[in-house]
């Protein structure tokens, strides 16, 4: 037994015990072993993936175990980056998890929550390893129903079951179009391994269907514009700790699946793959942004971020594809880097903040932001580890954000090396809405750390938070650790990164030649920089500034005192800006209507402001054709006569239908 | 002293210099503001008496204010003298080019402003509130045209490396005038104003609450803090003069290590900054400043230059 198999079995049986123990037992211990189970599963999922990516061994299992045949898996260099992705942000998530869901305890079931998250963890990794379609499909529902069964946790809290119900039928949605794909793609037999789906020879026709059913299917479940209407709403609704799973992880199998089949399966495409791939990342990334300014519902906020993150991740595949289909194999690999190490980045930051805006939620009860304020005093590590996420996900140097954007941005530079220029004008464009999107990002996140911690508390709950228990705070630093980390080291994450795709075909293998010197320096382009030397001059100043200060002898008097107020006398919460207000300079449309007495405008009786988003893509693309679908409902329900002749009439003719065709297609 | 020690010993010269030449920048532009509306002025010296005034007199802290707000202006302080180690000034190439491009740059002083705005937003006041809304929106639009506009230097020079970018139109003229390079200047000229809290987008000499923007960020700063964001400010001004005289009219910026070059280099750093602080005196002279929900749209123009420069850049190369 190699040291890889040996890890194999671990990860699936610590998730395995995992479940049944939180079947069987209740309270703080049931509480420990799924924590424990999942950390060790988690654990086991980081060390396989290191294992494969560092020593090239690619284990193979057709799990014996199962009663069922045809399952298979497989860790080639692509499964293990993500067995990693999974493993860092579940080992984070459960550990949290522990203290997180105390407060549960006799209100919902936590041996279902805890079940379900070693469900989920279980089937994610197994999803990512899976070497036939019927594997990857298989895990692929469990993933979605066991995160189905969390999101509904709290399900007597108002739009925890219609976010729910969203969720779920967008996601199967979507799985219909992956099972077509693999359909397709198998030419009917869902056994078949990955390797007999890449020799197969597809005419353009059905490879192009094939693409078009992926980008759906995996787009939906990666949240990509327009399908991203059920993030918002699920991702808010779960416990915290399940948010950050998937907003961290489940979300980043789209990114998995679409990068396994197109790049993998299909060994890339036409052009116009990858610049539809790029487009709908760039609308994303910049609708992300845009709704997100305008919440102030803490969760959502960052669900809407999720989207944004997600898009940015798919304009650097998007550009691998286009450099793919150019023949240009160098920078192709650069930008699906650029996309992977994106993708682990924001499954860190974007983890981490839902794991502090869970700390929050667990503190005040609530995810309005307009009622918190004054925490950083009363939870300083949560509001630190918060602040840190929020300067990653702004793409602040030196940390992890900034990094992967850099990357992203130095692959679309690369474009110029596209030699239609019709095609190749995308690329600015793409930089332009990154560019502006990351900007938006930052006047986001000011305004989500700052009304949520800074200044005086807005309502008494916010005065009564508490700091979260030890747990909690350690799920937060593993993860706060993990973004510093990606952030500086770039220079060995990216040839890591570049070797995961060494065994694809139609990747530079070239991918292997990303310097191993300390500026990130990119092959193609010729950008350089040095997150490492960058931090260290930046604490060095900041050692430095102070000290001058005091051997110049600057004043180090200091005085507490009021807020200035134009004079005013005590200073009340009502004076503070608010998140609404903070984001007001984007607001397209005014809110308030106003009554006026009817004989002259002067005199007004009431004014009344409304605060409501409500995207106009929900509108356009989903509550029209509702509407349609529930008047053809009516329509169809007049069927339904209550008569049992009528009935007896539709069966006879359904068989008599089904017998004709049945004879005819003979 | 072998050849790599002098280029250390640049960089740490060049950001001594601009951080001293900073406030009488800032002097400069006030007092030519001042000659040109007929007023006498203050001395060009004057933000150094403010500066070492600021410095030895005590700081005053809002209660309500946490650890942020005081770490805030030392962060606002190294990100921009950070900044000033990774822009051309006085000679390329240096040796700290490798250790950020312009992609950093243009974050790093995005860092600073976030740590601002947050600290606008800690002691409370609706003041710091309304300021660091404002200042975010304006980043928020300023900061990407900044990276699109040099970004269409970066590509007709075949790097993101400012460096690199001089050098490369010092080699090659003719690309100075080419239609990327004006579309980039005319972006990068309004986004300066913008960044530096200039009319028409801010104005640096109001302290009127409904129209002010940086200014109402820092009302509750003090002392010493008040010294280094101010200090910061000026220091960012330099910058964004430098990067407008350097990165479009590279010539002056000593590309070999001699003393004669050098003192070229210097020469011609003041001569473009004069220049500059001309443009900018005569401009906030001659117009009025924009409200401020039209604001957005003037960086919405100076975004679509940006972009079309880019656009171009990467069709005509």
Known sequence: ???????????????????????????????????????????????????????????????????????????????????????????????YGFGYSAAYEGRYSLRLLGAMLNVLLLSLSVQVMADNALTFLMAWEAMSLSAYSMVLTEHDRPGTVRAAHWYIALTHAGFAALLAMFLLLSAGDLTTSFAGMRSASLSSGTRDAAFALALLGFGTKAGIAPLHVWLPMAHPVAPSHVSALMSGVVIKMGVYGLLRVTIDLLVGGPPWWGGLVLGVGTVSALLGVLYALMEHDLKRLLAYHSVENVGIIFIGIGAGLMFQSFGLPTLAALGIVAGMYHTINHACFKGLLFLGAGSVVHAMGTRNMEEMGGLIKRMPRTACFFLLGACAISALPPLNGFASEWLVFQTLLGGSAIPQPEVAVVMPIAVAMLALSSGLAAACFVKAFGITFLAIPRSPRAEQAHEAPWSMQAGMATLAVACVALGLA?????????????????????????????????????????????????VLLLVLVPLALRLLGADRRLRVGDTWGCGRIGQTPRMEYTATAFAELYRP??????????????????????????????????????????RAAIWVRRLQGGSLHLYLFYLTLAFLVLLTAARWWR | MNVGMIGYVLEVAQATLALLLAPGL???????????????????????????????????????ASWLFRVAPFVVFASTVAVTFLVPILAVPLPFDGVGDLLVVVYLLLLGTFFLSLAGLDPGSPFGGMGASREMTVAALAEPTVALAIFALALSAGSTNLGQIVARTMADPAAAVSPGHLLAFGALFIVTLAET?????????????????HEAMILEYSGRYLALIEWAAALKLLIFFSLLGNLFVPWGVSVVLTPAALAVAVVSLLAKLAVLAGVVAVLETRIAKLRLFRVPELLSVSFVLALLAVTSSFLLR
């Open chain 1, 589 to 630: 449309t005014r809110d308030l209507s106003i009554d006026f007495h009817p004989d002259s405008k002067y005199f007004v009786q009431s004014i009344e402001y409304r605060s409501e988003i409500h995207p106009w893509i929900e509108r356009v693309l989903y509550d029209r054709p509702l509407q349609g679908l529930h």
């Open chain 2, 197 to 213: 809290g200039r009319l028409p987008i801010d104005n640096p000499a109001t302290h009127l609450e409904l129209t002010m923007i």
């Open chain 1, 490 to 538: 770039p220079f060995a994450v990216v040839p890591l990164l570049g070797s995961s795709l060494a065994g694809l075909p139609g990747v530079a293998p070239t991918a292997m030649e990303f310097s191993l010197a300390l500026p990130l320096q990119v092959p193609g382009t010729s950008g350089q920089m040095s997150p490492l030397l960058l931090a260290l001059g930046l």
């Open chain 1, 1 to 95: 037994m190699t040291l890889a198999d040996f890890l194999l079995t671990i990860l699936l049986g610590a998730y395995a015990i995992g479940v049944v123990a939180a079947l069987g037992a209740r309270g703080a211990l049931g509480r420990g072993l799924v924590a424990g189970c999942g950390l060790a599963g988690a654990l086991a999922g980081v060390g396989l993936g290191a294992v494969c990516l560092g020593t090239g061994i690619v284990p193979t299992v057709t799990a014996p175990f199962l009663p069922l045949t045809g399952f298979a898996l497989r860790v080639d260099g692509l499964s293990a980056f993500f067995l990693i992705v999974i493993g860092v942000v579940g080992a984070a998530v459960t550990v």
């Open chain 2, 26 to 64: 800032v002097g400069l532009v006030r007092w030519l503001k001042a000659r040109l509306q007929n007023r006498r002025g203050a001395p060009v010296w004057q933000p150094y008496w403010e500066l070492a005034k600021l410095f030895q007199k005590e700081v005053v802290v809002s209660s309500n």
